[in-house]
């Protein structure tokens, strides 16, 4: 089932609330990182840059046609080989990726679905040991633009304790101006 509140409105305006290169770097997907998995790619407003940076595969989840078919069509045209989308309903069926496979999981605008939960052991299980967690999400603010309803809507602290319970590490938090925040967790020993 598609998660509460996580329907985009149209591409031109969701693309003018992020600069997605810089809150990449920042968030740590960088050259060192080869595979990367993400829930809920959308219009693949990260996963494109993503799949510029990464060195491996870039799979890119969703359960919406419209979303796989507009992230596919970027990855044609700018000619990167390196994407794999999956039109996939990730809360009832998982990533269909295997075991510690990535090296980075992308959660971004999607934690304030049902179960979050769900989310945050199948990017434990996919991720290799040692492999980088990204959280990003709206501002705790009912004045950012848009974002899911506020009673919904999880604070960094909120984010972090649902990944502690699914076995990630070192929390860091980010800024990612103007309205968003950033959280990069490891995957720990089990
Ligand atoms: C708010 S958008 C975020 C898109 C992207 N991560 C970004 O930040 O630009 C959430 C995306 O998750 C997808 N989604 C919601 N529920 C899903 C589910 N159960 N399985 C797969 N995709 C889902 C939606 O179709 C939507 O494209």
């Given amino acids: ?20 290169e810089q809150a990449l770097k920042i968030m740590g997907l960088d050259g060192r990182v080869a595979d990367v998995a993400e829930f809920g790619c959308g219009y693949g407003t990260f996963t494109i840059p993503a799949a510029k940076i990464a060195r491996g595969a870039v799979y890119a989840v969703d359960i919406e046609e419209e979303m796989v078919a507009a992230t596919e069509n970027e990855a044609k ?22 075991e510690e496979i990535v090296d980075y999981v ?11 939960e769900i989310l945050l ?5 996919i991720l290799r040991r040692g492999g980088t967690l990204g959280i990003i999400h709206w501002n705790y603010d009912p004045a ?6 506020m009673d919904i809507r999880p604070r960094p602290a909120q984010c972090v304790a649902w990944a502690r319970e699914a076995g990630f590490i070192n929390p ?8 968003h925040y950033g959280i990069v967790m490891v995957k720990g020993k089990e």
């Fill in 77 to 98: 045209k700018q000619g990167l080989c390196n994407v794999q989308t999956m039109r996939r309903d990730f809360m009832a069926d998982g990533s269909g990726l295997k």
């Fill in 172 to 179: 860091k938090e980010h800024d990612l101006k103007p309205y």
């Fill in 1 to 20: 089932m598609k998660g509460r509140e996580s329907g985009m409105p149209a591409r031109e305006m969701w693309e003018q609330f992020f600069n997605p």
């Fill in 106 to 116: 992308m959660l971004f605008n999607i934690l304030h679905v049902e179960r979050p």
């Fill in 121 to 125: 052991r199948e990017a434990y299980r």
């Fill in 144 to 149: 950012t633009p848009r974002g899911p309803s």
